[in-house]
């Protein structure tokens, strides 16, 4: 698998990028962490958006996106993320237990919990299919499509090769909706154009340029039991934290098995992985361990140059 680790501000770059199964953001927390991270998360919402603007032109109907922050730096950002399309889908907590506040507490001081925590928010596009039919969910034009055949919404378990699961699923109108995996949906296609109004056709045409057969047009989400949406991990210490001089080099180092549960739930392999503020590129690494094909960028030299190593170590 490959990986690109351009050097500088990820806008320069997301163009010459492929277009992302993944995304995955842990870029400034506005606590004033880290080298080139903002004091204030006042700062957040100006310095996000245009990535924010950026990531929404890129992705594909089936991209996701992982945004990693504070609870505050989350809520702050949150907005300009709906505004763009990208819709909420759930809240991880990474749990870092309290051995990663253990002697760093003053408790007659202190006028809050100690905090252990940073959140993991999984966003999803908005499931419009715009090149196909300007203001249609993929849900309406999923059922009109096969309205427009004329035939009955029963016949479609016929197609499909069951009993009532399609009627129920690919072209119900309530929230029970749930788009048809690439297979159902060649079978689907088939049907309606063979079976359907003649004079009405084609049925689900695909323009140029946005395959669905292959790509897909819903997010993936493979399923890994024994998680729930609270990840408890230590904090990173030993051999896999990177350190300078006995102190640890970036803050907000993720532990690789965080990040390849985050890819490893929402990609295959061969997809592409973004990671826009790469630090010391945790995302990229994991990535390519799994067998996807990533992209970073890190505006910071010396951490820049380190990712590479990393990289190239594998």
Request: proline share 6%; hydrophobic share 35%.
């Given at each position: 698998?490959?990986?690109?680790?351009?050097?500088?501000?990820?806008?320069?770059?997301?163009?010459?990028?492929?277009?992302?199964?993944?995304?995955?953001?842990?870029?400034?927390?506005?606590?004033?962490?880290?080298e080139?991270?903002?004091?204030?998360?006042?700062?957040?919402?100006?310095?996000?958006?245009?990535?924010?603007?950026?990531?929404?032109?890129?992705a594909?109907?089936?991209?996701?996106?992982?945004?990693?922050?504070?609870?505050?730096?989350w809520?702050?950002?949150?907005?300009?993320?709906?505004?763009?399309?990208?819709?909420?889908?759930?809240?991880?907590?990474?749990?870092?237990?309290?051995?990663?506040?253990?002697?760093?507490?003053?408790?007659?001081?202190?006028?809050?919990?100690?905090?252990?925590?940073?959140?993991?928010?999984?966003?999803?596009?908005?499931?419009?299919?715009?090149k196909?039919?300007?203001?249609?969910?993929?849900?309406?034009?999923?059922r009109?499509e096969w309205?427009?055949?004329?035939?009955?919404?029963?016949?479609?378990?016929?197609?499909?090769?069951?009993?009532n699961?399609?009627?129920r699923?690919?072209?119900?109108?309530?929230?029970?909706?749930?788009?048809?995996?690439?297979?159902?949906?060649?079978?689907?296609?088939?049907?309606?154009?063979?079976?359907?109004?003649?004079?009405?056709?084609p049925?689900?045409?695909?323009?140029?340029?946005?395959?669905?057969?292959?790509?897909?047009?819903?997010y993936?989400?493979?399923f890994e039991?024994?998680?729930?949406?609270?990840?408890?991990?230590?904090?990173?210490?030993?051999?896999?934290?990177?350190?300078?001089g006995?102190?640890?080099?970036?803050?907000?180092?993720?532990?690789?098995?965080?990040?390849?549960?985050?890819?490893?739930?929402?990609?295959?392999?061969?997809?592409?992985?973004?990671?826009?503020?790469?630090?010391?590129?945790?995302?990229?690494?994991?990535?390519?361990?799994l067998?996807?094909?990533?992209?970073?960028?890190?505006?910071?030299?010396k951490?820049?140059?380190?990712?590479?190593?990393?990289?190239?170590?594998?």
């Open positions: 698998m490959s990986f690109k680790i351009d050097y500088g501000n990820a806008l320069d770059f997301y163009n010459s990028w492929d277009t992302p199964t993944v995304i995955v953001s842990d870029g400034p927390y506005g606590v004033g962490g880290y080139g991270d903002p004091r204030s998360v006042d700062d957040l919402p100006n310095m996000y958006e245009p990535h924010v603007c950026e990531w929404a032109r890129r594909e109907p089936n991209t996701v996106l992982w945004f990693w922050n504070t609870e505050i730096g809520a702050t950002v949150h907005p300009i993320l709906r505004q763009h399309g990208w819709i909420y889908h759930g809240c991880n907590i990474w749990n870092k237990g309290l051995k990663h506040i253990a002697g760093n507490c003053n408790g007659k001081t202190m006028r809050q919990f100690p905090v252990v925590t940073e959140m993991c928010v999984q966003y999803v596009r908005q499931p419009y299919l715009k196909i039919d300007e203001g249609l969910t993929a849900q309406q034009w999923f009109s309205l427009r055949t004329g035939l009955p919404l029963n016949r479609a378990n016929e197609a499909c090769g069951v009993k699961a399609a009627t699923k690919y072209f119900t109108s309530d929230s029970l909706f749930y788009p048809p995996p690439p297979d159902v949906f060649a079978k689907l296609v088939q049907y309606a154009n063979l079976h359907g109004d003649r004079e009405r056709g049925y689900f045409s695909i323009p140029q340029g946005l395959n669905l057969k292959e790509k897909g047009y819903w993936r989400f493979n039991y024994g998680v729930s949406n609270v990840w408890d991990e230590p904090a990173l210490r030993g051999k896999e934290r990177i350190k300078c006995g102190k640890s080099l970036h803050l907000s180092q993720k532990p690789l098995r965080l990040m390849e549960r985050i890819i490893s739930a929402s990609s295959d392999t061969g997809d592409v992985i973004w990671e826009p503020f790469g630090g010391l590129c945790t995302a990229s690494l994991s990535a390519n361990r067998g996807r094909n990533s992209y970073a960028a890190e505006i910071i030299h951490y820049h140059s380190l990712a590479v190593e990393r990289l190239n170590a594998g």
